[in-house]
């Protein structure tokens, strides 16, 4: 144990133990000097408890590359200047899991009156000074102002808005040149709808852009909660037999893995995003318009795309070819009676001609498609009548870099990186969507590319930059 002493007036001494990590990669976790710090971990895998170690040494001055022994970070003293430090977390649970740790911790300087404690604000302080940890709930930008830190820990990253990064946290470092923590667990499909994200891959995607960064400025770390020591060995071998949810979520949730090995599993895998999710430019008028739509009366959804017209509008990017698809508007109501649904669309398209609208199952749901005619707004059944020859026909636009997304067409986008297959007992994915029915963006977009031409694939990015028709 790691012992820090305070003194204060009438208090002759007070003792503050800093709790040890549990384990090696907990250890190395909190131990670590980089000042982008992106750390990947299973459920129960300790993630928290390694942030409230790292907060106390922040608050307490302890250096927490050596935990006080004294190293050449601290010039062998063991101690450092006392820092600022935020914690935050999109759930109360996990704001009250490391409230619970930080004030265990510091319960005796808190009893002798040596530091402050706000239980509603949930913050300790150091009366007169600015050395604090602050714990709050916050999922964005507008939930995170107003606070500050030297080192701010992000925690469940996955259900972050991405704008709470770079909006807030990354100004509020640049004055001291402070640490920024991202702790996250791999999200799964039945806990995706608690996401604040746009893209809910964004923290997968951060960790893979900087697990082998040469800067010397990011580090990232990746344990499962098999490697939890303070978690029981024998209900954690029984958890994989007896785990309730699919392996799908097991090797996200207790083995933290969405590594490379799950591209295969995507359905719109072969989507380009570095190229073609793109920034928003006004359309022209004069180009044509086609939708997709997908039917329900609970959840419908439609997509509204315009092919691309020479010369390309200013703020277009200059690689977009005559031809390709720009998808610039998307709708999902979440109810409402099909004369809503037509004038929405409308209005959405006003100015535009609109050439083609496809959807839905084509033996099945012809009397919807008839409704919507005589509402004024004809829909066609997809020229593909099997979902897999829809997908097919999909995978084909996205490999030759046909479509092109708006990047504030976020339930698209979202459904776009997040789509997946079932897999079976070997984690190998099958021939069928997993939870078909509720990726009803997916359904739109495999309707309309059902009719699409598509000429030879390009797979090579570079290539596809240029001019080709």
Same mark, same amino acid.
């Given at each position: 144990?790691?012992?820090?002493?305070?003194?204060?007036?009438?208090?002759?001494?007070?003792?503050?133990?800093?709790?040890?990590?549990?384990?090696?990669?907990?250890?190395?976790?909190?131990?670590?000097?980089?000042?982008?710090?992106?750390?990947?971990?299973?459920?129960?895998?300790?993630?928290?408890?390694?942030?409230?170690?790292?907060?106390?040494?922040?608050?307490?001055?302890?250096?927490?590359?050596?935990?006080?022994?004294?190293?050449?970070?601290?010039?062998?003293?063991?101690?450092?200047?006392?820092?600022?430090?935020?914690?935050?977390?999109?759930?109360?649970?996990?704001?009250?899991?490391?409230?619970?740790?930080?004030?265990?911790?510091?319960?005796?300087?808190?009893?002798?009156?040596?530091?402050?404690?706000?239980?509603?604000?949930?913050?300790?302080?150091?009366?007169?000074?600015?050395?604090?940890?602050?714990?709050?709930?916050?999922?964005?930008?507008?939930?995170?102002?107003?606070?500050?830190? $030297?080192?701010?820990?992000?925690?469940?990253?996955?259900?972050?808005?991405?704008?709470?990064?770079?909006?807030?946290?990354?100004?509020?470092?640049?004055?001291?040149?402070?640490?920024?923590?991202?702790?996250?667990?791999?999200?799964?499909?039945?806990?995706?709808?608690?996401?604040?994200?746009?893209?809910?891959?964004?923290?997968?995607?951060?960790?893979?852009?900087?697990?082998?960064?040469?800067?010397?400025?990011?580090?990232?770390?990746?344990?499962?909660?098999?490697?939890?020591?303070?978690?029981?060995?024998?209900?954690?071998?029984?958890?994989?037999?007896?785990?309730?949810?699919?392996?799908?979520?097991?090797?996200?949730?207790?083995?933290?893995?969405?590594?490379?090995?799950?591209?295969?599993?995507?359905?719109?895998?072969?989507?380009?995003?570095?190229?073609?999710?793109?920034?928003?430019?006004?359309?022209?008028?004069?180009?044509?318009?086609?939708?997709?739509?997908?039917?329900?009366?609970?959840?419908?959804?439609?997509?509204?795309?315009?092919?691309?017209?020479?010369?390309?509008?200013?703020?277009?990017?200059?690689?977009?070819?005559?031809? $390709?698809?720009?998808?610039?508007?998307?709708?999902?109501?979440?109810?409402?009676?099909?004369?809503?649904?037509?004038?929405?669309?409308?209005?959405?398209?006003?100015?535009?001609?609109?050439?083609?609208?496809?959807?839905?199952?084509?033996?099945?749901?012809?009397?919807?498609?008839?409704?919507?005619?005589?509402?004024?707004?004809?829909?066609?059944?997809?020229?593909?009548?099997?979902?897999?020859?829809?997908?097919?026909?999909?995978?084909?636009?996205?490999?030759?870099?046909?479509?092109?997304?708006?990047?504030?067409?976020?339930?698209?986008?979202?459904?776009?990186?997040?789509?997946?297959?079932?897999?079976?007992?070997?984690?190998?994915?099958?021939?069928?969507?997993?939870?078909?029915?509720?990726?009803?963006?997916?359904?739109?977009?495999?309707?309309?590319?059902?009719?699409?031409?598509?000429?030879?694939?390009?797979?090579?990015?570079?290539?596809?930059?240029?001019?080709?028709?």
């Amino acid at each position: 144990m790691v012992q820090v002493v305070e003194e204060k007036r009438e208090v002759s001494s007070v003792r503050i133990e800093i709790p040890k990590p549990n384990s090696g990669e907990q250890g190395e976790f909190v131990q670590c000097g980089f000042l982008r710090i992106v750390t990947k971990v299973g459920r129960r895998g300790g993630k928290t408890f390694g942030l409230a170690i790292r907060a106390l040494c922040a608050f307490l001055g302890v250096c927490n590359r050596c935990l006080g022994i004294g190293c050449v970070a601290c010039d062998n003293t063991g101690r450092v200047r006392p820092k600022r430090y935020l914690y935050a977390a999109p759930t109360a649970e996990q704001v009250s899991k490391f409230w619970f740790e930080v004030s265990s911790a510091l319960k005796p300087g808190i009893d002798a009156g040596v530091y402050k404690k706000d239980e509603t604000e949930k913050f300790i302080e150091v009366p007169g000074t600015e050395t604090r940890i602050k714990s709050k709930t916050a999922w964005n930008a507008n939930t995170l102002r107003g606070d500050y830190g $030297d080192e701010v820990a992000l925690e469940e990253y996955q259900l972050w808005n991405e704008d709470a990064w770079v909006e807030v946290v990354q100004p509020m470092l640049l004055d001291n040149n402070g640490t920024a923590v991202f702790v996250f667990t791999p999200p799964s499909l039945r806990n995706m709808g608690t996401s604040k994200a746009k893209d809910p891959r964004h923290a997968t995607k951060l960790f893979k852009k900087y697990e082998n960064d040469t800067t010397g400025r990011w580090k990232t770390f990746h344990w499962t909660s098999y490697e939890n020591p303070a978690l029981h060995q024998d209900a954690l071998r029984e958890l994989k037999d007896t785990w309730d949810g699919s392996m799908d979520s097991f090797r996200r949730e207790i083995m933290a893995q969405d590594d490379e090995v799950e591209t295969s599993w995507l359905v719109c895998a072969r989507f380009n995003e570095e190229l073609c999710k793109i920034p928003r430019f006004e359309v022209p008028k004069t180009w044509p318009v086609f939708s997709g739509h997908d039917f329900g009366s609970a959840n419908p959804a439609a997509i509204f795309l315009a092919q691309v017209m020479l010369p390309l509008p200013k703020g277009a990017p200059n690689y977009l070819r005559y031809g $390709d698809y720009v998808l610039f508007r998307e709708y999902a109501p979440g109810g409402g009676s099909t004369t809503q649904h037509v004038e929405q669309f409308k209005r959405m398209t006003e100015g535009y001609k609109v050439r083609l609208s496809l959807g839905g199952n084509i033996t099945t749901e012809g009397e919807i498609r008839q409704g919507y005619g005589a509402a004024g707004w004809p829909i066609a059944a997809p020229p593909l009548a099997r979902v897999n020859a829809q997908l097919d026909k999909m995978t084909a636009v996205f490999e030759t870099n046909k479509l092109y997304i708006f990047d504030d067409c976020y339930g698209v986008l979202a459904q776009v990186a997040s789509c997946m297959w079932e897999l079976d007992n070997e984690n190998k994915p099958i021939n069928k969507i997993k939870d078909e029915k509720k990726w009803h963006f997916i359904a739109c977009l495999r309707y309309w590319a059902s009719s699409v031409h598509v000429e030879v694939p390009i797979r090579d990015m570079k290539k596809a930059k240029v001019k080709v028709w």
